[in-house]
C-alpha cells in the first residue's frame, strides 16, 4: 500500500497547523517524520488515520482518500500507535492488544481462535509476553509502549502509523523496536524525534518545521549540518558508524546569542 498526502493543510483551534504538506511514501518504505516540537507531525499523523479532517487537501492509500472511505475499512487498513494517553486502561495488557483486532470483528462475540493467536504474536514480537496478565495502569512507560505497538501489530494493517514509538523505552528497546518495526515490510510512517534512530532505519526522512514540509529524501541526502541548523537550531556534524558505515550524527549547541554581561 503507498501512502500519499497531496496538498493537506489542517487547522485546529482557529489556526493552521499543518500547511500546504505533501509527500509519497511507496510501498513497503518506512518514512521517519522529523521536526522540532510543534510542528505539526502528530496533527499530520492524526490527518492518516482520521483523527484531524484535513481542511485542505487529500490524504490517499493506494490512491484511494481515507476521508470519502468506510471508517471500518480504513480501520482495517491503518495500525495506529499513538503517543500514549491511555494510562488509565481499566484492563490486563492482553485485553487491550486485543483491541487491535476489533475493526475485523463482527458483532460482539467471543474472541475467535485466530484472534487469540494473532494477539499472543504480537505480544511475542514486542518481548512482552510475560506481561500477559498484568493490568495495563500498572505498567512503567516502556513497557506501556511495547504493549501498544503489539496493539497495532495485532491489527494487521496495511499502513503502520507511529507518533514517537520510542518515547519512554530505554536504549537497547529503542534499537529492538526500530528493528521490529522496519521488519514488518508494512509501509510506515513514524514521527521520531532521535536523529540518529531516523538516519540508521527509515528508507526516507520527511522534515517538518513550522506546520510546513522543508525537505524529503533519503536520509543521507537531506541530514545535512545546513538543513539540521536552519531545522533544529544545533551544529551538527556528520560521521560514519565504524562497524556498518552508515551515517551518524554529532550535535553541538549553538553558541549563545545572549549578549554577556560587562565586566565590572
Not at 495488557?93 to 494473532?118: E, K, N, Y
Amino acid at each position: 500500500m503507498s501512502l500519499d498526502v497531496v496538498g493537506v493543510s489542517i487547522d485546529r483551534g482557529g489556526r493552521t497547523v499543518v500547511s500546504d504538506v505533501g509527500f509519497q511514501v511507496p510501498r513497503g518504505r518506512f518514512a521517519g517524520l522529523i521536526g522540532p516540537n510543534g510542528c505539526g507531525k502528530s496533527t499530520l499523523l492524526g490527518g492518516c488515520y482520521r483523527a484531524h479532517r484535513p481542511t485542505t487537501g487529500e490524504i490517499r492509500l493506494d490512491g484511494r482518500d481515507v476521508w470519502r472511505e468506510p471508517r471500518r475499512r480504513v480501520a482495517q487498513r491503518i495500525a495506529v500507535m499513538a503517543q500514549d494517553n491511555a494510562a488509565d486502561f481499566e484492563m490486563d495488557v492482553f485485553d487491550t492488544v486485543m483491541l487491535g483486532r476489533v475493526p475485523h470483528q463482527s458483532g460482539f462475540g467471543a474472541d475467535s481462535a485466530s484472534d487469540v493467536a494473532i494477539v499472543d504474536e504480537a505480544l511475542a514480537r514486542v518481548g512482552a509476553t510475560a506481561l500477559r496478565h498484568r493490568p495495563f495502569a500498572a505498567l512503567s512507560g516502556g513497557e506501556r509502549q511495547r504493549v501498544l505497538l503489539a496493539r497495532a501489530l495485532a491489527q494487521q494493517g496495511e499502513l503502520l502509523v507511529l507518533d514517537e514509538p520510542t518515547n519512554h523505552l530505554d536504549l537497547a528497546f529503542q534499537l529492538d523496536i526500530m528493528r521490529i518495526v522496519a521488519g514488518t515490510g508494512l509501509t510506515t510512517v513514524a514521527a521520531l524525534h532521535d536523529l540518529n534512530l531516523a538516519a540508521s532505519t527509515c528508507d526516507l526522512v520527511l522534515v517538518m518545521a513550522a506546520g510546513r514540509l522543508v525537505a524529503r529524501g533519503h536520509p543521507d541526502d537531506v541530514l545535512t549540518p545546513e538543513l539540521i541548523g536552519d531545522v533544529f537550531k544545533v551544529g551538527a556534524r556528520r560521521l560514519r558508524h565504524p562497524d556498518t558505515g552508515g551515517l551518524l550524527l554529532a550535535f553541538t549547541p549553538f553558541p549563545s546569542s545572549t549578549p554577556e554581561s560587562p565586566e565590572r
